[in-house]
């Protein structure tokens, strides 16, 4: 098992707060029950020991998997204020300059977030690639808000967290699922989109991620597409 340290967290329920056991680092080949505990979430869900209520519990975590040649640094977007910032970036570089010369066919990547770290397990475990899946994603949020009528109802389409869930069927199509009006609902993108958006990147290496840790997202996917 990877070796855990204490981390402090706040109950979102009573606000208190609280120490929970989590390992900053871990190698899930070494761990591959650890794995199934990040695909499935339960890694970050912890009980509060003053209310015992159900907390998801973001903390720094670098995710390690030789197997996919994968090395994905979850940092919570909280877990640093403003100041500390390049200072944070200054140490992700220093690491990904000393790493990358003995693992140069690897990927790396950064998260904010729990769940986009269990997205990219997902998509990497599938063997797609992630920036062309972000792409899948803008195209399929400017389709389902063009697709829908209700003008106020479009306009929050344009903006939903879409997150890529698995394959389906014979024809691998995609299915993404995202939060609208307090319920989840599934969408469904052809593989051939897929393959259209891997085809662009193709086309245009400059696009092709790179540098220390960088944090394909949403925010990737504005700065180079409109
Ligand atoms: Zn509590």
Redesign the pocket.
């Known amino acids: 098992m990877p070796v855990n340290t204490l981390q402090s967290t706040v ?6 707060p ?1 120490d929970i056991e989590a390992p900053e680092a871990v190698n899930v080949a070494e761990s591959p029950s650890f794995k199934d505990a990040v695909k499935d979430g339960s890694a970050f869900v912890h009980r ?6 159900v ?1 998801l519990v973001r903390f720094r975590l670098l995710y390690h998997d030789p197997d996919e040649h994968l090395m994905i640094w979850l940092i919570p977007e909280d877990s640093f204020t403003p100041e500390d910032k390049s200072k944070m970036e200054e140490s992700m570089k220093t690491l990904w300059t000393s790493l990358r010369e003995g693992l140069p066919d690897y990927i790396f990547r950064r998260v904010e977030d729990p769940g986009s770290l269990i997205e990219k397990v997902r998509i990497f475990d599938y063997g797609l690639d992630d920036a062309a899946i972000e792409m899948c994603k803008h195209v399929t949020r400017m389709e389902l808000s063009q697709a829908e009528k209700d003008p106020a109802k479009a306009d929050a389409l344009s903006e939903v967290q879409l997150r890529f869930r698995s394959l389906e069927g014979a024809d691998n199509e995609l299915e993404f699922v995202f939060p609208l009006e307090g319920a989840m609902h599934s969408v469904k993108a052809g593989f051939n989109v897929y393959e259209d958006c891997r085809a662009i990147l193709g086309r245009n290496p400059e696009l092709a991620p790179d540098g220390p840790f960088p944090l394909i997202d949403t925010s990737w996917t504005a700065s180079h597409f409109r």
């Open positions: 109950c979102r329920q009573c606000g208190k609280f509060c020991p003053h209310c015992d209520a907390n």
